[in-house]
């Protein structure tokens, strides 16, 4: 069955009638579906549902809700992502395999030795698009919730923002080789004190080139955990969704 995101469903109910989206209703179009078919429609927060198409138009298609569908794909555990973003257009694919791994939200960095730099109205239409992929990603890969897409920042001004604090997140990891410890060790450290129902994890890992002595320094001076991932150095792509699969295995398996 064809599936969508709609957008807020603020008190969704059995027969509430709302109109697509543009891009799905096209897509709908697409498919040459008809009245009396049905597609499920997901909100982006947890809620999905089957929907009955009713009228369509030209450029418009209203459906019916019919039945609330459960949804169980979540992990049971919030990652956050916090990405040197990478060059060209390696970010797309980073959120949406993290997307597809579980990941939470994501937040883009603009680090010392980032190549790709962003501000302003570039910024800001950069985490358009990428906001698009993660719920393009949501609805091919079955989940209910799209991870959220945070506005570009400076690792320097996001750790000393209180969206970094210690008060946001149980337990924060920055990926390091030096003196770190292994990612495993570290998840089998915190799942020994923490009930996984209410555990919020945050990964950070740098750009090209990896952080800078002076940013790595920043971050363990705040409390962060050093970890590794092994003896092979990653790429900037490659690290965030390493360490995601990880904590998914741990948690999931």
């Known amino acids: 069955m064809p599936r969508f995101f709609v957008g807020a469903l603020p008190g969704a109910l059995p027969d509430h009638e709302l109109q697509l989206p543009d891009g799905a209703a096209r897509h709908v179009q697409v498919l040459r579906m008809q009245p009396g ?3 499920q429609v997901f909100d982006g927060a947890g809620q999905e549902w089957v929907a009955e198409i009713g009228e369509m138009g030209r450029k418009h298609v209203a459906v019916r809700l019919q039945s609330a569908v459960p949804n169980h794909r979540e992990l049971p555990v919030r990652i956050t992502l916090a990405v040197g973003m990478p060059a060209n257009d390696r970010m797309d694919t980073v959120i949406e395999k993290a997307t597809e791994l579980g990941a939470y939200a994501i937040q883009p960095l603009m680090c010392q030795r980032s190549v790709l730099r962003l501000d302003g109205d570039r910024a800001n239409r950069k985490v ?5 992929v993660a719920v393009a990603a949501s609805e ?5 919730v799209v991870p959220v897409v945070h506005p570009v920042q400076s690792l320097n001004t996001w750790l000393r923002s209180e969206a970094a604090s210690s008060a946001q997140f149980d337990h924060r990891a920055v990926l390091s080789l030096r003196e770190a410890r292994s990612i495993r060790s570290v998840l089998q450290a915190a799942t020994a004190t923490d009930s996984t129902q209410a555990v919020r994890w945050v990964f950070l890992n740098g750009p090209e080139g990896g952080l800078n002595e002076e ?5 363990l001076q705040a409390g962060w955990q050093a970890v590794t991932l092994g003896a092979r150095t990653l790429r900037a792509d490659t690290a ?7 904590m998914a295995a741990h948690y999931e398996g």
């Open 240 to 246: 965030p969704l390493a360490a995601l699969s990880v």
């Open 37 to 39: 078919q049905c597609i």
């Open 215 to 219: 940013e790595e320094a920043s971050a």
């Open 140 to 144: 091919q890969c079955g989940r209910a």
């Open 128 to 132: 358009a698009h990428w906001q698009g």
